[in-house]
């Protein structure tokens, strides 16, 4: 597929939207910019567009979009009920950076908000966003246009790095104003709770409509916690590839004395990210930094809205030119709220009550063994996909295939649609399955219920945790063998391997 890009002119012409507008309505795929993040558009109303959203990004299945709408005229059959204290926050804050959780209305479908019997509403401000919503003339659902888990895009770029070839449009409108995404609010609960920490915070709600609002941490249950209400904040998000380190102001030294101290012994490759006036001052000391030292840098003095608006630029460009730790710059303060809890996810040690990725209580971690027949597409495929996003030292995922021989590289499609999602496989050969690996694995996953069958019949002992790739969840289904066709159909096992990858999380934390 051939992905359009419409850069945007102004002032805005309403008529250069008109085709995307269409497009939108009529069940396409629209990313476009908002002034959070750039989003992954789809008419709300379109079931079927609503589940390629979560397709295309790897989405785990329990956590709900967003529906964007130009204003309050337009919630009518969007939600059920207008919570009295709405229309206060919506005059104060909206359009603008702020989600709203109501009460699901008849005409959004249940695959919109995951089945919550609730649903999430914003008003961007951003002005394309608003000709595009306009002009579509529909609800339009916008999760982050990154691939789930990756760091949310905030430039068209970040888009094409992860979506180009598989949606038909991308609307450019340059990078986005605030770089976070939304605070989201839960206007069904009493009282009103943050689901999601964004740059409208509890403070300014405060002061600007005297509403007292309460972080969902504050109040939540020891099941909640395990459970967050806004389902995505369980997730480990926002995560380049590099090691995150995050650097605070201290007592008693510059802050780029502090940076020094934290990154002088650093002999990886090293990457830091901070405002221009901290590197001025710390590249005195040239010779003491590290000599492979990447340096992303925004304009300035240290500001808290400008490093926001940077941040996932700065971690994604940081990551391509492939340094192995990123030190950041922190900030302290009820406004870095939403700015910190972006980065210590990122950093992996996000607040410790929010479970990381293979932290959750009853999760003892352990071995995923792959299984195809030649171990060289599917199963190492998967095996790659899942290291990406889960493996570290609690998780690891391997590979081996039932009729191979050892020593076949991956195959160069494989390598290839890796190479899209930004994973290298390169090096990795073909392994015959054996009893050792059978004995150490937790879960051995096949791609088909054939190859389930041939190795449950093979080694009887290790039934009960052979499983294969359509057992995972109700829509999982078996991973056809793309050996010798073309590159569609290796993108194809690709996505459907990476859709189950969350699923298949939450099963081995259930084992
Ligand atoms: P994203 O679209 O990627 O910015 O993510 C949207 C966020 O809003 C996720 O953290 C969701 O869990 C949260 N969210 C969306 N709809 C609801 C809802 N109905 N109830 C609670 N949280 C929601
Ligand atoms: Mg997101």
Same mark, same amino acid.
């Given at each position: 597929m051939e992905t359009r890009v419409l850069l945007v002119e102004h002032p805005i012409e309403q008529s250069l939207f008109a085709e995307a507008g269409t497009a939108l309505a009529n069940g396409r795929i629209v990313a476009f910019p908002t002034e959070t993040v750039y989003g992954l558009g789809a008419s709300a109303y379109l079931p079927a567009s609503v589940r390629e959203i979560f397709r295309l990004k790897g989405r785990p299945s329990d956590n709900p979009l967003i529906v964007h709408l130009l204003s309050a005229d337009d919630l009518e059959g969007v939600v059920s009920s207008v919570p009295p204290a709405f229309r206060v926050l919506y005059d104060a804050f909206s359009p603008g950076p702020l989600t709203y959780v109501m009460p699901r209305g008849e005409?959004?479908?249940?695959e919109v908000s995951a089945g919550l019997p609730t649903v999430a509403v914003r008003f961007p401000s951003q002005p394309a966003a608003r000709a595009l919503i306009a002009a579509a003339g529909v609800p339009v659902v916008a999760p982050?246009?990154? *691939?789930?888990?990756r760091p949310s895009p905030t430039r068209a770029r970040h888009v094409l790095d992860d979506f180009a070839g598989r949606i038909p449009w991308v609307i450019d409108d340059?990078? $986005?104003? *605030?770089g976070l995404e939304s605070t989201v609010i839960d206007l069904t609960s009493d009282p009103i709770r943050i689901l999601r920490p964004g740059v409208v915070t509890a403070e300014a709600i405060l002061m600007k409509t005297g509403i007292e609002v309460v972080s969902w941490k504050d109040t939540a249950t020891e099941e909640e916690m395990e459970r967050p209400p806004a389902p995505g904040m369980k997730y480990r998000h926002y995560a380049p590839k590099a090691e995150v380190h995050i650097v605070l102001p201290e007592k008693d030294r510059s802050f780029a004395g502090s940076f020094l101290e934290a990154i002088?012994?650093?002999?990886?490759r090293t990457g830091v990210f901070f405002s221009e006036s901290t590197w001025n001052e710390l590249r005195k000391y040239a010779e003491t930094l590290p000599p492979a030292l990447d340096v992303y840098t925004y304009e300035g003095e240290r500001d808290l809205t400008r490093a926001a608006r940077f941040l996932f630029d700065a971690m994604r460009t940081l990551d391509e030119r492939g340094v192995e730790h990123i030190y950041a710059e922190g900030f302290e303060g009820d406004e870095a709220a939403a700015y910190m809890d972006r980065l210590t996810h990122a950093a992996g040690a996000a607040d410790d009550r929010i479970p990381e990725a293979g932290t959750?209580?009853?999760?003892s971690g352990g071995l995923i063994l792959f299984i195809c027949e030649?171990?060289? $597409?599917r199963s190492p495929m998967a095996e790659a996909l899942f290291n990406d996003r889960f493996g570290g030292t609690i998780w690891r995922a391997a590979s081996a295939g039932l009729s191979t021989v050892p020593g076949w590289p991956v195959s160069d499609q494989t390598l290839q649609a890796l190479r899209e999602f930004g994973i290298e496989a390169e090096g990795k050969v073909s392994k015959p399955v054996d009893l050792s690996m059978l004995k150490e694995a937790k879960l051995v996953v096949t791609m088909t219920t054939g190859q389930r069958e041939r190795l449950r019949e093979a080694a009887p002992a290790f039934s009960e945790k052979i499983i294969s790739m359509a057992d995972i969840s109700a829509h999982a289904r078996d991973i056809a063998d793309p050996f010798g066709e073309g590159m569609a159909s290796y993108r194809r096992v690709r996505d459907q391997i990476n859709e189950s990858l969350e699923d298949l999380f939450s099963l081995l934390q259930q084992r």
């Open positions: 005409r959004i479908p249940p982050s246009a990154n *691939v789930s888990g340059g990078p $986005c104003e *605030v002088r012994d650093s002999e990886a959750e209580p009853g999760a030649g171990n060289t $597409c």
